[in-house]
């Protein structure tokens, strides 16, 4: 979708000098700093340059693949470009899952004399799902509105059954519905297995009416073999629910992934601060899922993240300051498929004095909200950020139980405090692992506020002393 | 799309009474009848019920296919049930095209020693396109921005080469930019072929940014086996417009359609006129694209004209009038492989005396303008539409040289007065021909207008004796 571009903010010089008020001594500088980087990521930042280049050059990134390798060498040669010096390229092993053939057709009842329509449904097998054989399954569909409805199905009750489970999540700009309802993507499939059935199909966790599935990763009970499992286009789900309603319907469900053994890496750079051992981490994750391009999930988080320390990079070299921290942008391998890299990451570096790590995972539309998790003694540097950021219509909250962003939660569990630049995800789940996640999705004015943005909070994030750790 | 319904119209009494004025004796009668057609058919339609069934049980109904047939029981069933009588099924021969395997992909450039980066291209086969081998074809892309820069190429020069035709449509409200552009779909790849392509892709004749390709006929020249041909949705045309910005790509496009010897039918029905031998025909195609599931194309338009014939046939029941002039309802057969059915009817009935023909083949979106092509003794009867149309938003012009729709075009070469009943287009190519043809996109106060109009106009042409035939 076209969206029209956001207008620029006018930033007038009186509301700045307010800012600057009764703040203590020094701020004044770091905060006029701030908004000098802010303003010129704003004018230009290099997010879209970058993420043009990644999506038609590298495209999707699917998790231990080769396209996945071709993105770390892609982010290596960024960091190179962007000035970022101590470039690391970190391994960890990955259970690697890539999709195979798949299709899925409405065959009628079973047993019905007249068989079916034939009706395809489009699907996209869900990340770590099982496989049927190569020639499919085909099994009677059993409804569920809901996840609770399947959580009240007898035991044993969906033997030899496709459990279907029709969910709807909702529209909503801080993506709130999509925490409520991801436990029908991620363990609906196990549960569904739990009562005897042999595949599962989800309506689709996403906000848009077109035939693109929404994929997604899935979680297996341990010690089990997965079934198949698959979500729905919405119109299909509801093309599925229909048919449903005037009677039995069965499914013919082909989908032939496969997992093997393999490996992701985390991909980092550094802007190095004036005193050593104390580290910002900002970041986005390299991989993607394979049916889209990577674009808004998650391309965009690495282009926002790499301009902005680009941004700083600039305004250090032109005004002749480092900031006092480190200052590390993180790219993150097989966040898709778990969480894998963000854990991979803070295991390795449980070591390191990370202050505040952050991470733009959500799209590419503006920052709305700053929140934060830091120690009591740095919620004036979030106070700070929150100056800065608002003549970019950002807001502040008093919310200091921000996650951060899915790779930085476990670094966040270790102690790290945690910055969230919150995007406005309204149509983030129209696009959300989809195969529409493409370029032409990005508006370049919201994506360089976001680069604004992050520019200037890891600026004052970086440029100060305070303690921002949690434990 | 969800799209937020539309109001129903508020018809003041005093307009309807106003409209009634200096019309010759016995207009008001037709045209106070005609408003009752109206007000019931708004109120509550049938066609809603009729379009869900339809595309919930048939579902898509590819030319010459059984799917195609299946659709052909349910119209004759669902003409039963509206009430008509004479109910017939023509059937006629048609090359019957059905897709096959389909993927392309972006491999590089030909011969570069990197290779590609394998990224996937959303593809549809066009109608009538021809093969490549099991196992594709990969060949060097060369680029034209229209199809008049590929008129221009010179004679041989697209040898061993894929032709790229990235021409751009408009939105617009009457579907004006599928006119000026459909040449491409139509006629580029059999001008490829002349100068030596392989295959053509052309980037979708579509409005929307979806990774669903448009789908769409093509004409081969006489005597050849057409190359393969395949429509790009618009962010793979962007994509790969962006990576031949950079350098020469090759594509691998597998496609595998096949065309046989088969058949296809129109039905009708009609409502018995006083007179016998002069008929009023609406209707619309029965026969749909295979990717989508023939909602708006053109499941609307066969629900839109058969429940307006059900509300004059209420109407006639409860008032205990009949029409002057036989209407018929007709469903049309593969009308998307190049107005075959529409051409086999004309033929097979050009010794009846058709007095007038229209067909609803625009989506499911409001009317919006009324225009003809009948004789200049029937323009008073089209002012009478105009006015009894007028309060459902719909706008008269002095446009007497309408097309009245695909079908309909061979009734009038062979003299049929037309009716056109000129429908919303703005969005109609977002989904035209496309996966997103589904049941979700249809607006259901916008589909009743249509009745609404359709049941009017028709009780006033067949309570009618102007002539309107223009040869």
Not at 333 to 356: D, F, P, S
Not at 451 to 470: E, K, M
Request: charged share 20%; aromatic share 6%; glycine share 12%.
């Amino acid at each position: 979708m076209r969206v029209p571009p956001m207008r620029r903010p006018f930033l007038p010089a009186l509301l700045l000098a307010a800012a600057f008020t009764a703040l203590p001594a020094g701020a004044a500088t770091r905060l006029e700093q701030a908004a000098v980087v802010r303003d010129a990521a704003l004018a230009k930042s290099e997010a879209w340059p970058m993420l043009a280049d990644l999506t038609t050059n590298v495209g999707q990134r699917l998790a231990g693949t080769e396209a996945e390798a071709r993105g770390r060498d892609w982010a290596v040669k960024a960091m190179k470009a962007a000035g970022l010096t101590n470039i690391k390229v970190e391994p960890f092993p990955l259970p690697v899952w890539t999709r195979g053939a798949e299709s899925a057709e409405i065959v009628g009842a079973a047993g019905a004399e007249t068989g079916g329509t034939g009706q395809k449904l489009a699907i996209a097998a869900l990340g770590y799902s099982g496989a049927t054989p190569p020639e499919g399954i085909t099994a009677p569909v059993v409804y569920f509105p809901d996840y609770a409805a399947l959580e009240a199905a007898a035991p044993g009750s969906l033997a030899g059954k496709i459990a279907f489970i029709d969910h709807r999540m909702m529209r909503a700009q801080d993506g709130s519905s999509y925490g409520t309802n991801g436990a029908v993507r991620r363990s609906g499939p196990a549960l569904a297995q739990s009562k005897g059935a042999v595949a599962t199909l989800i309506r689709s966790l996403g906000t848009d009416y077109h035939r693109n599935p929404h994929t997604g990763g899935t979680v297996a009970a341990p010690g089990t073999v997965p079934i198949p499992s698959a979500a729905l286009s919405l119109p299909d789900a509801e093309l599925l629910a229909r048919r449903l309603q005037a009677g039995p319907v069965s499914v013919k469900l082909v989908s032939t992934p496969m997992t093997r053994p393999g490996g992701s890496a985390n991909v980092s750079g550094e802007i190095p601060g004036r005193v050593p051992g104390e580290i910002v981490v900002i970041g986005g994750h390299l991989d993607s899922w394979d049916i889209g391009q990577g674009v808004i999930d998650d391309g965009a988080g690495m282009a926002i993240t790499l301009a902005a320390a680009k941004a700083i990079k600039d305004f250090g070299k032109d005004a002749g300051v480092q900031p006092r921290r480190t200052i590390r942008v993180v790219f993150w391998g097989a966040e898709e498929l778990g969480l894998i890299g963000g854990r991979a990451y803070a295991e390795a570096h449980k070591g390191e004095n990370i202050v505040l790590a952050g991470e733009s995972d959500f799209g590419a539309d503006r920052v709305w909200r700053v929140s934060s998790k830091v120690a009591e003694a740095g919620l004036p540097l979030v106070a700070e950020i929150g100056r800065v950021l608002a003549p970019l219509g950002v807001a502040p909250t008093r919310d200091n139980g921000a996650g951060g962003g899915p790779d930085v939660g476990a670094l966040g569990a270790l102690g790290a405090g945690i910055i969230d630049l919150e995007q406005d995800g309204t149509r983030y789940f129209d696009l959300h692992h989809t195969p529409d996640d493409t370029l032409d999705k990005v508006d370049r004015a919201q994506l360089d506020q976001n680069v604004a943005a992050w520019a200037a909070a890891t600026w004052l994030a970086a440029s100060d002393d305070r303690p921002l750790r949690t434990k």
